[in-house]
């Protein structure tokens, strides 16, 4: 059953000229995890602004529970938020941080207190309370962040960025520590990001924004395997475009090849074709016969291997898991398996 | 530090004009400190510290009163008039609006002081515009005397050290992020309650010392009191001067002086150390 929590109807925003948001609709359910995801100047932040109320939306409502919070005061609206700087205050200690908006609710002294203890111990850093915010190493600055935030028994938990300015390792388990948390407090969370991996990771739901507009909204598995149009397919996980076509017989034809793959256009329409490296499997050709394809790159990543290749004037990448066998090598012919039951078609 | 783009005895070699600059003033301090202490009034000769105690009178002490009482008031209002004129001009857009207002700030350092003294008795002087004004629509039947009293140099020093209180506080203000504001206003904080709880501790540290700057410069004022309030107002300038001038008392009017520095100094010293303790209360 359905359970629509957040309900963003057709808001759009724009900045004299520039239509950042286009007539954007989502539903965001109960509980649920939403990555906004896209390339910087998506709009991805605005909308995020706008749903803390930041920013206004030139056109469109937003419904909280069914209740119209469109031109509710950021104040007024309880939503916990993280923000890219974090935005801790300097001028308090950790657990004043944490404390301030329980104490502009005029929560007691001692629930203040239990509920800081509280938080401090769910983000594993007890002893920090009395510390001042700069005396904190950049992880411990990102839990206490999040802690404010979640501190008020936010309505919803916005999140802008929030992890760009941590390194690799760190980010890897600050993402494991969000996602423990957001479960343990069941909130409804909204995060932006441009990190695919970080959304893949994070999201139930993942919205990929392009140039104001929603390009897809799905878990992220399904965003993965059937990408709704070649932005998509390119932006997440970095899907190989190649032109393609339907044969006579009703099938995809890709780089001259008949994947068997049955497409419900009509025969000879252009048509584009989006392959994953990952399902694409590489045949050397023996001797000096011709193949498809010439491996231009190779380089082996350890666990897995991946090449470029290029065939027709189109540069195709591959990746495979790094057998012992001899693997084809920069100069070698190819022959390219597309696997059929990967491939994305799109007619645009 | 190794990444300055100077080093320290570079920084050091190019500094050497400013401290031969200052030299002379140090000079001055050694000298008016030196004859302050003298034995008699119109030389230095011997030691004594007559002079000093020859001001320990009701008049003098009124006069330290004075100076203390309108430097501290001109202070405050110019703090309190000078904060909403700090967060106008960074709320400022347009560079031609925020040079604009960037000038009008600036413009009592920029004008002579006679100009401006002779614009207060214009403006505020028992046939001025105000008292016109206010006569013509019944309000007060004579003239207010706004002039050549204490509010006259109020008035005078707030004017003239406003503008050395607004610029320490606009960069203040620059460099408070957007992102504090808004974070306080997601955790539920009005606008007032922002303001109190994060924007003014945020400030603190160049309120203090925009408010060192302006106290240390009305304290030692001059020309302002002696311009809006004549010999009516006898703030420490305009007593020292008149040591000087009819009364020929140079070792008084050296001790003084002495007073004066000292007073200030340690007015200002104490902001620097309340702006430390503010500021170690955020730094840890």
């Known amino acids: 059953m359905s359970d629509t929590h957040l309900h963003i109807d057709g808001i759009t925003k724009r900045f004299g000229d520039v239509t950042a948001l286009d007539n954007i609709d989502l539903r965001v359910e109960r509980g649920a995890f939403v990555c906004l995801l896209g390339p910087s100047g998506c709009g991805k932040t605005t909308l ?147 990190d695919q991996t970080e959304a893949m990771m994070l999201a139930d739901e993942l919205v990929v924004l392009n140039d104001g507009h929603i390009q897809q909204a799905a878990p992220p598995s399904t965003v993965y395997q059937s990408p709704a149009n070649p932005f998509v397919a390119d932006f997440i996980g970095a899907a190989n475009l190649m032109p393609a076509t339907a044969s006579a017989a009703g099938t995809l034809i890709v780089l001259g090849q008949d994947t068997g793959l049955p497409v419900p256009h009509h025969p000879g329409s252009t048509l584009r074709a989006a392959v994953r490296a990952e399902n694409i499997q590489l045949h050397s050709v023996n001797g000096s016969g011709q193949g498809m394809a010439q491996v231009e790159f190779s380089r082996n990543l350890g666990p897995v291997t991946e090449w470029l290749v290029s065939a027709q004037g189109q540069e195709i990448r591959v990746r495979g898991v790094t057998g012992f066998g001899a693997a084809p090598q920069v100069g070698d012919q190819v022959n390219l398996a597309l696997d059929a039951g990967r491939i994305s078609v799109f007619t645009t | 530090m190794s990444n300055s783009t100077l080093t320290r005895k570079q920084a ?158 606009v960069s203040a203000v620059r460099a408070i992020s957007q992102e504090h504001l808004e974070a306080a206003s997601s955790l539920g904080a009005s606008n007032w309650r922002i303001f109190r709880d994060v924007t003014l501790p945020l400030l603190r540290p160049a309120l203090l010392g925009a408010a060192s700057i302006c106290f240390a410069f009305n304290a030692s004022a001059f020309a302002v009191p002696l311009l809006l309030g004549g010999r009516r107002v006898q703030m420490m300038g305009v007593a020292i001067r008149d040591m000087i001038s009819p009364l020929f008392n140079w070792s008084g009017a050296a001790a003084a002086g002495m007073i004066l520095i000292v007073m200030t100094l340690f007015l200002m010293i104490f902001s620097a150390w309340l702006v430390r303790l503010t500021t170690e209360k955020t730094k840890g």
């Open chain 1, 48 to 194: 995020l602004r706008i749903i803390a109320g930041f920013e206004k939306a030139s056109q469109g409502r937003m419904m909280l529970d069914g209740t119209d919070i469109t031109n509710l005061a950021p104040h007024k609206r309880g939503f916990g938020m993280v923000f890219q700087s974090l935005a801790l205050f300097p001028h308090m200690s950790v657990a004043q941080n944490i404390a301030y908006g329980l104490k502009l609710r005029k929560a007691s002294k001692a629930e203040q207190r239990d509920r800081v203890e509280e938080l401090l111990t769910l983000i594993e850093l007890p002893q920090i309370a009395d510390r001042p915010v700069s005396a904190l190493s950049g992880g411990q600055r990102q839990r206490v962040a999040i802690a404010r935030a979640l501190a008020i028994r936010p309505q919803l938990f916005l999140l802008d960025e929030p992890l760009s300015a941590l390194d690799a390792k760190l980010r890897d388990s600050m993402q494991i520590e969000l996602r423990r948390l957001q479960q343990k407090f069941g909130v409804t969370t909204v995060l932006v990001t441009h």
């Open chain 2, 12 to 169: 050091l070699a190019f500094a050497a004009p400013a401290f031969i600059a200052i030299l002379p003033f140090f000079v001055a301090c050694l000298y008016i400190l030196r004859f302050s202490l003298s034995g008699e009034q119109g030389r230095i000769e011997g030691f004594s510290i007559d002079a000093y105690r020859n001001l320990m009178t009701p008049f003098f002490g009124r006069s330290v009163w004075l100076t203390l009482r309108l430097a501290f008031f001109a202070t405050v209002i110019a703090l309190m008039m000078a904060v909403p004129l700090a967060f106008l001009l960074t709320t400022l857009k347009r560079p031609v609006a925020r040079r604009t207002l960037t000038v009008i700030i600036l413009l009592p350092m920029i004008l002579n002081l006679l100009v401006q003294a002779y614009g207060w008795i214009l403006l505020l002087g028992p046939s001025g515009a105000l008292n016109t004004v206010l006569r013509n629509l019944g309000i007060i039947d004579r003239p207010l005397f706004l002039l050549f009293n204490e509010t006259g140099v109020l008035l005078g020093l707030i004017q003239t050290s406003l503008p050395l209180a607004v610029f320490p506080i």
